[in-house]
């Protein structure tokens, strides 16, 4: 199993920044990719990011592309979102995930086998 802490939420204001991590531990030789999905109050979880473990390929939702960056740093088997210009619309729970399927897009809950607890991210107008 894969154990996957996220940390990095709180509260900002229209247009700020906030830097999301999740650590994972455990068997973290068996996934081949982490992403960033999020859910809103009264709506369904949604993808945001994701990035590939050996190569660093990355994949964003229309909503987040040239806000958002994703990175990751294998040696801490860590991955960050870097988010800025947040928007209202960006609050959300945001949750972490591994995933080991191939082939896969990265963007469906389905190609994901852990999740994160989440952390919840705020943003005022």
């Known amino acids: 199993q894969v154990q996957l802490v996220e940390s990095g939420g709180g509260l900002v204001q229209a247009g700020g920044s906030l830097r999301l991590s999740c650590a994972a531990s455990g068997r973290t030789f068996s996934y081949y990719y982490m992403g960033w999905f999020r859910q809103a109050p009264g709506k369904e979880r949604e993808f945001v990011s994701t990035?590939?473990?050996?190569?660093?390929?990355?994949y964003y939702a229309d909503s987040v592309k040239g806000r958002f960056t994703i990175s990751r740093d294998n040696a801490k088997s860590t991955v960050y979102l870097q988010m800025n210009s947040l928007e209202p619309e960006d609050t959300a729970l945001y949750y972490c995930?591994?995933?080991?399927?191939?082939?896969?897009?990265?963007?469906?809950?389905?190609?994901?086998?852990?999740w994160g607890q989440g952390t919840q991210v705020t943003v005022t107008s």
């Open positions: 990035i590939t473990k050996s190569t660093g390929v990355t």
């Open positions: 995930a591994t995933g080991s399927r191939v082939p896969a897009t990265m963007k469906r809950e389905s190609d994901y086998d852990y």
